[in-house]
């Protein structure tokens, strides 16, 4: 299976199905609330209004931490910037630490919010993969892996979005990512059929490898439409923007041969 990473999209066939993936909101009951410095409202506003402007795009999935000071405003406010910005591109969406189930379900039910957690064509299969846990860093529970089993089709690939990393990306983020990775990669290792898993959580795009029983699975992570994370700090810090840094989504391209390619679009 070929995957492609680069910024530059295959000029063999038009993908099968395009993906724009946003994460990491971390919105206030106030939406002039700064997170770090910067206006999360604002951002998110930004971000979304790019991606209605990509006609390509066929699917939204918003990986988790919708809000940042757990209120219900928040919820209502990410509610309000979709509809702002009148995106009528399904979006579906997973539960982020910061996030409860209870108000993900209450305020995202109309549409064009879908709570379903599997997604299938004729060639592919996405699964959203709940990673919560009731402290800061993930788990993926034993019926969650049971699920995926239960669903996965052999004859298809697929790509795996969560909100936790299943891969250090070395720096403090790392104490607050999956805390059982190794039950997760030794169920992925049964289906050579995965591509590559997509997630929130590091506030930064980076394109990372898991090798797995001499195979790659390609782990992607997005940017984050609040602050992007400095890797230096020991803690929370927002990175200075930079050329090739910011707020911005993931779009990720998926093609009836297999293969996949990827592109982060940065927003000003």
Sequence with gaps: MKIE??????????????IAQFSDSHLFADINGLHYG????????KVLTAIVQDKSVDIVVFTGDLTQDHSEQSYLNFVQAINRTGISTPIYFLAGNHDEFYLLNKYL???????QKFIENEHWQIALLNTKSA?????????????LSQHLDQTKKQLLFTHHHPIDVNYFIDKHGLTNKPALWQTLAQYPSISAIACGHVHRALELVQRVNNRKIIVLTCPATSIQFDPQ???????????????GYRQLNLYEDGSLSTQIVFVK
């Excluded at 402290?135 to 699920?147: C, K």
């Design 109 to 115: 039910t109309n549409s064009p919010f879908n709570s």
């Design 135 to 147: 402290t800061p860093a993930g788990v993926v529970s034993e019926q969650s892996l049971q699920e």
């Design 5 to 18: 990473l680069s910024a530059e999209l295959p000029t063999k066939l038009a993908p099968e199905l395009v």
């Design 233 to 247: 700090a020991d803690t929370v810090k927002a990175l200075a923007i930079t050329v090739g840094q910011g707020i």
């Design 38 to 45: 910067a206006n999360v409202y604002q951002n998110l506003v």
